[in-house]
Structures are given as C-alpha cells and as structure tokens.
C-alpha cells in the first residue's frame, strides 16, 4: 500500500517550453501532496504544498508564476515548469500525506527534467 | 539557520562494519522525526518515524534512535546493499525539513 506515481519518470524538452509532471497517490486519498526539487548531491527542498481544491502554498523563493501547481482531485496534482529554463533542470519530486494521516509522507520516484 | 544538520557527509564501510549515522536538529516541539533511504534516481523509501526521547525502532540491520537534540541510525553489519544515501526529516510548520543525507558505501 501507500504507493505514489510520477509521470513522466525523465523528460527533455527546450528552452522556453513548458513541461507537466503528474503525481498521483494509487491506493489511498491525499489531501495534501507536496513538491520538492533536489539538485545533484543535495538534500530535498520543499517547492510548495498542494492542497486538494485549493490554491499551492510555496515556499520563499518559489516563483508560481513558474512553478503551476494544480490539486485538481484527491489522487492527483500536477506540476507545470512555464517557459523552462536550463537552470530549471533538475529531480524533481512529489509526495502524498494520507488523509487520515498529519505528517506521513509517501513519495513518488521523481522525475528528471532536462532544459536544453 | 539549518533545523536539521546531518554527519557524516559520506561513510565508507567494509560489509559486516557496523557504523552509526547523526541527525542533530534545532526545532522545539518535535512532532515527529523521520529517516528515509534514497538510492540514485529514485524517490525517498520512508524507514522510520520517531516522536519521543528514548524512542528506538528497528527493521533489519538499521535501528534508529532519538534524544531530546538528535537521532541516530544505526547500521549492524551491513551489506553491499545498505548502500544507499540516508535521509533525516523533521516534521515542523507542517511540512518536512530534511537534512543533506548521509551518503553509505558498503564494500563487499
């Protein structure tokens, strides 16, 4: 149980595109999921929290603007890079806190973005 | 000013080298530690989840203990396959703060 999916698992695109990454909680409802970004040998950071029906929280530094987050159902959020940028590249991961649960956290296997 | 601090950066051990692994943090009101394994490529695989001074839990060669200031994880006679790169999380301001990981290499 508690499994969460990524898709795509890589992607390549060009500078300038935009690129959707899905997050999806297979076996259980998630009112909250989370997005984090981790850059070669560094640790996990905190993107934004995503909560079902609502607008993303980010963190400091975080620009929405770039960084579309879309909590559409309890088993789905999405994560859009707009006009990506080669500094963009990066493992990008989610995460899912089971409703009934306040601090587990299941994660999802990443997905690699690379900017051209 | 970092809430969760991680030594050492990297361990290099002989299989069957039983070592220990330190997550200090700084956060009053712990609501709940956390220790996940990541390999290469992949996603965090949750291990444990501690919540009180004194607390230990266990799962194969890795037990993982807490005090008041830090937690421990500790590694009993490990194999090639513990290798790995070890996560600390702490649960604060309802959201996971995770240290930079410990880097594990077993050598057979």
């Known amino acids: 149980g508690a499994v969460v999916s990524q898709h795509p698992s890589w992607v390549i695109c060009k500078s300038g595109t935009s690129v959707k990454i899905e997050c999806r909680s297979l076996?259980?409802?998630?009112?909250?999921m989370f997005w984090y970004r981790q850059f070669p040998k560094q640790s996990l950071m905190l993107m934004a929290t995503?909560?079902?029906?609502?607008?993303?929280?980010?963190e400091q530094g975080v620009e929405k603007d770039k960084f579309l987050i879309n909590h559409a159902s309890l088993t789905l959020s999405t994560l859009t890079v707009t006009s990506a940028h080669p500094e963009d590249s990066s493992f990008y991961i989610c995460?899912?806190?089971?409703?009934?649960?306040?601090?587990?956290?299941?994660f999802g296997p990443g997905t690699r973005l690379t900017v051209l | 000013e970092d809430q969760v601090t991680q030594s050492p950066e990297a361990l290099r051990l002989q299989e069957g080298e039983s070592s220990s692994l330190n997550c200090s943090y700084t956060?009053?009101?712990?609501?709940?530690l956390f220790w996940y394994r990541q390999d290469p490529g992949k996603g965090p695989e949750f291990l444990f989840t501690?919540?009180?001074a004194g607390e230990e839990k266990e799962k194969e060669r890795l037990k993982a203990t807490l005090t008041k200031k830090e937690s421990f994880l500790h590694i009993t006679a490990p194999k090639p396959e513990d290798s790995a790169t070890y996560l600390c999380?702490?649960?604060?301001?309802?959201?996971?703060?995770f240290g930079a990981g410990t880097t594990v290499t077993v050598r057979a």
């Open positions: 956060v009053s009101g712990l609501r709940g």
């Open positions: 995503s909560n079902e029906g609502s607008k993303a929280t980010y």
């Open positions: 995460s899912a806190r089971p409703t009934r649960s306040y601090n587990e956290q299941f």
């Open positions: 076996d259980f409802q998630a009112t909250t």
């Open positions: 501690l919540y009180s």
């Open positions: 999380a702490v649960w604060y301001d309802y959201k996971l703060s």
